[in-house]
């Protein structure tokens, strides 16, 4: 079983359109989060979760929406996608963050 | 804030040479630290960590020691494979401050040549 599972892996959509990227978690953890991979490898914090409670949410394009219908879920809507939004969209979970994250495989979002 | 310096890449090696990627911290509370790796085309797993100060976190023949006196936490390696080709960030996280929003560093990549 996976871990932490994300759907679709890879995504190829035209400017303009509306996307959602799916993660579930069959850890048990309380927290879940959304991170954007650029094409430099840099990671950076989107929005997270706790037992479906946003806590963190950065400086992010209101176009993106997170959803959490529940602990073992966290859903990431974009509307009016743009061509700056193509990079990897991660989604981890940690049950305390001391003792670190477990990420899902990856969301690749190509927009062209 | 919180934040995580590490070592510049690309790092190339070849097979069986030792490695150290370099990593310093800074941060206002008492932070776990870790390394993460990531392979190509996959997400990044949790390699090692350590939660206290003086604390070595090990795996897969990889170690790093948690020094408090020079805030970092170096990844070493006796001597390292092929496979061991990745990108690796080092990280902290507090679980007392920033929500327990990990920070990362920028990623170091090594390639391990035959």
């Known amino acids: 079983d996976t871990a932490v599972s994300q759907t679709p892996k890879y995504l190829v959509t035209q400017m303009g359109n509306d996307k959602s990227i799916k993660c579930e978690q069959n850890l048990g953890h309380d927290t879940m989060y959304w991170y954007k991979q650029d094409s430099k490898k840099f990671l950076k914090i989107m929005f997270s979760y706790n037992n479906k409670e946003l806590i963190i949410n950065e400086t992010v394009p209101n176009r993106f929406s997170p959803k959490s219908p529940d602990k073992a879920h966290l859903n990431l809507h974009i509307n009016s996608l743009e061509l700056g939004d193509s990079a990897v969209y991660f989604c981890?979970?940690?049950?305390?963050?001391?003792?670190?994250?477990?990420f899902g495989s990856g969301t690749r979002l190509t927009v062209v | 804030g919180n934040s995580v310096t590490q070592m510049e890449g690309p790092v190339t090696l070849s097979e069986e040479a030792f490695l150290t990627i370099n990593c310093t911290y800074t941060a206002t509370g008492y932070p776990s630290l870790f390394w993460y790796v990531q392979y190509p085309g996959e997400g990044l797993q949790l390699l090692l960590k350590a939660t206290k100060a003086d604390d070595k976190g090990s795996n897969k023949g990889f170690e790093a020691t948690y020094r408090k006196e020079t805030t970092s936490f170096h990844l070493e390696k006796g001597s390292v494979q092929v496979s061991d080709s990745a990108v690796y960030f080092c990280a902290l996280s507090d679980f007392n401050t920033n929500a327990g929003k990990s920070t990362f560093g920028d990623g170091t990549t090594l390639t391990v040549k035959p």
């Open positions: 981890a979970s940690s049950q305390v963050s001391n003792y670190g994250y477990t």
